[in-house]
């Protein structure tokens, strides 16, 4: 059975820094894997996703990665803002199905 | 944005009553979705559609029916809520399975039993 795991379960930075949020992932037999964004009280944003023969996506200060043997992905951001603030979610195409993580909450510090 | 809504936004209701919870899209994706998102958890899949009148179980559906018999809707009912029931829900659609497959989501529906 699929399960995947993201840690840490929070992180709070400084702004300006760059930062990595990590994803893991127990079968290595996926289509996809996709990061997503939920503000408070929000629905999702669909910010990324890395097809299964890809080994990393990029869109604007975001970067993902994508270690299928390894079972990890990675989501970098680029000199973060304040504005970046939020729970990033991560899941995982398994079977036709989407899997996911419980989420980082990332609080970006003014 | 994808064109998918969620109606009601907010709902309380009581233990034991019917609840109905409508997604309606304006994209003619074929595959539909609810999920729960539940604090501590990542979001879990209740039921899917894969077109008119074509629905499956996902990984927590015990408690929940779904029906579809339009393209563009998807309902979800609570045959007699329970507190166990008291979530936030979301709707996703998509316009294919695969490797290409791409879930979009919409505001949720934050349910509150009592």
């Known amino acids: 059975k699929q399960e995947v795991t993201q840690i840490p379960a929070a992180l709070s930075v400084p702004e300006g820094e760059n930062l990595v949020l990590n994803c893991s992932f127990t079968?290595?037999?996926?289509?996809?894997l996709q990061w997503f964004r939920q503000d408070p009280g929000k629905g999702l944003t669909s910010l990324l996703l890395?097809?299964?023969s890809q080994r990393e996506q990029t869109s604007g200060r975001l970067n993902a990665s994508l270690d299928k043997s390894s079972g990890r992905s990675t989501l970098y951001i680029a000199a973060s803002q304040p504005g970046d603030s939020a729970t990033y979610l991560c899941a995982v195409n398994s079977n036709y199905q989407l899997i996911w993580g419980a989420g980082t909450k990332l609080i970006i510090k003014p | 944005d994808a064109g998918i809504t969620q109606s009601p936004r907010h709902k309380v209701t009581e233990t034991g009553t019917p609840v109905t919870l409508r997604c309606h899209q304006t994209?003619?994706?074929?595959?539909m979705y609810w999920y729960r998102q539940d604090p501590g958890h990542g979001l879990r899949l209740i039921h899917y559609s894969y077109g008119v009148k074509d629905t499956d179980k996902g990984e927590v559906s015990d408690g929940y029916s779904v029906s579809r018999s339009k393209t563009e809707d998807f309902l979800l009912t609570l045959e007699s809520a329970t507190s166990s029931q008291t979530s936030v829900y979301f709707c996703a659609i998509s316009e294919s399975v695969g490797a290409r497959y791409e879930q979009y989501f919409g505001p949720g529906t934050r349910l509150t039993v009592t």
């Open positions: 890395i097809q299964s």
């Open positions: 079968d290595s037999a996926i289509y996809n």
């Open positions: 994209e003619n994706h074929r595959y």
